[in-house]
T-cell receptor
């Protein structure tokens, strides 16, 4: 399995709702990432998990709450979002430097298109 | 933080033409990534390269580490190559710190 699977593909939620995005990979990658991408802009890094521990939080508002329950799964819990949070949310995974020597590649999911109404 | 510049931002060409997209960055890196994104879609990794040249089908990527510059070439371009092509570099020397992306090149290949 060489894929990163994201669910759902599309999500519409109200500003008072609570929802979760899910990301799964079975490539043995020990680094997983959440990115946010607005229309016609490059992706922006939100969170990095390394060996199931949060290693980077790019000053993301607390209404976004990441979780890494195991080495294959990454969740992004959403609560009290604003319309400006509407975007494509991309998950990615990679090996870490500790897993092999040299550089390493990334695998991206197809994203969740989130609309906040 | 690394600054990543891509050119051109937009490119329209006729089917069969040879395409070149350029990328330059400001801070030395261990590897550079070329990515492809179709409208509304996820990102596909095309190449990761740290030196020289790589080829996959009609796609060729080159990098000059000393000049901090990379190019992506498409030979015999086809309408299905229409997509956004993105250059990206690691946020640190080699840790799992994510990528910094260029703004992308929007490529349209007309039949």
């Amino acid at each position: 399995d060489t894929e990163v699977t994201q669910t759902p593909k599309h999500l519409v939620m109200g500003m008072t709702n609570k929802k979760s995005l899910k990301c799964e990979q079975h490539m043995g990658h020990r680094a997983m990432y959440w990115y946010k991408q607005k229309a016609k802009k490059p992706p922006e890094l939100m969170f990095v998990y390394s060996y199931e521990k949060l290693s980077i939080n790019e000053s993301v508002p607390s209404r976004f709450s990441p979780e890494c329950p195991n080495s294959s799964l990454l969740n992004l819990h959403l609560h009290a979002l604003q319309p400006e949070d509407s975007a494509l949310y991309l998950c990615a995974s990679s090996q870490t430097p500790g897993q092999r020597s040299g550089s390493y590649g990334y695998t991206f999911g197809s994203g969740t298109r989130l609309t906040v109404v | 933080k690394n600054e990543v510049e891509q050119s051109p931002q937009n490119l329209t060409a006729q089917e069969g033409e040879f395409i070149t997209i350029n990328c330059s960055y400001s801070v030395g890196i261990s590897a550079l990534h070329w990515l492809q994104q179709h409208p509304g879609g996820g990102i596909v990794s095309l190449f990761m390269l740290s030196s020289g040249k790589k080829k996959h089908g009609r796609l060729i990527a080159t990098i000059n580490i000393q000049e901090k510059h990379s190019s992506l070439h498409i030979t015999a371009s086809h309408p299905r190559d229409s997509a956004v092509y993105i250059c990206a570099v690691p946020n640190s020397g080699g840790g799992a710190d994510g990528l910094t992306f260029g703004k992308g090149t929007h490529l349209i290949i007309q039949p």
